[in-house]
């Protein structure tokens, strides 16, 4: 049970969803109740009680389903966005830090409102290094308030090349640059498979 928690705990906080996940595990649990309930009665009153029995017990696992597949899009969606804007977002970032801001504060004054999800949560986990946060601690929390892979890599190369003594500037442009020119591989691929699928698709209805 403490896994189940902790688990959803982890996705409710990837998805940007502001809740106890002992609080969303008792609203599903009503809602499950409620629609298996409201199915069963509807179709007891018009088919007999097999059918309710059912229909009911169908509604009752569907809504968990629902819900969280629900969820795991919403985690989705913000992965896809951060993605999006991350090339961007780590450009300025090596911008601030080339103008002789501190890498937090850099962070912080990146934090811009075009770049959507990933602005709120960098404004979010920067304030609190006012309490004596770590640069580490920061954006470590930041990739875990995020499921994302490519985030989660830039700020290890982030953190790695500052204590190292590494040219940060270098490596945020040369990780900016690669995740664009991965992104632009990809979006140039699902383009071609999707005009080769029309073609397969339109040569099929013409035969």
């Known amino acids: 049970m403490l896994d189940i928690i902790g688990n959803l705990e982890t996705s409710l906080m990837h998805a940007g969803i502001d809740a106890e996940p002992e609080d969303w595990l008792a609203k599903t649990v009503v809602y499950s109740l409620s629609a298996g309930l409201a199915a069963f009665a509807i179709f007891y009153a018009f088919y007999g009680l097999v059918p ?24 989705e969606a913000r992965r896809s966005e951060v993605e999006k804007v991350l090339p961007d977002l780590l450009r300025v970032i090596a911008a601030n830090i080339g103008a002789g801001l501190t890498p937090i504060v850099a962070l912080r004054t990146a934090a811009r409102p075009e770049f959507g999800v990933i602005s709120k949560e960098l404004k979010y986990i920067t304030t609190r290094s006012m309490s004596g946060d770590s640069l580490e601690q920061i954006v470590k929390e930041i990739s875990a308030r995020i499921r994302s892979d490519q985030l989660s890599r830039v700020f290890v190369v982030f953190t790695t090349s500052l204590r190292s003594g590494g040219d940060v500037i270098r ?25 080769y699928t029309t073609f397969v698709l339109f040569g099929i209805i013409i035969t």
């Open 171 to 195: 490596s945020l442009e040369a990780s900016a640059s690669d995740i664009q020119r991965v992104r632009e591989m990809h979006d140039g691929l699902v383009a071609r498979t999707s005009m």
């Open 52 to 75: 309710a029995l059912l229909f009911g017990s169908f509604a009752l696992a569907l809504v968990p389903v629902i819900r969280y597949v629900l969820v795991e899009m919403r985690i």
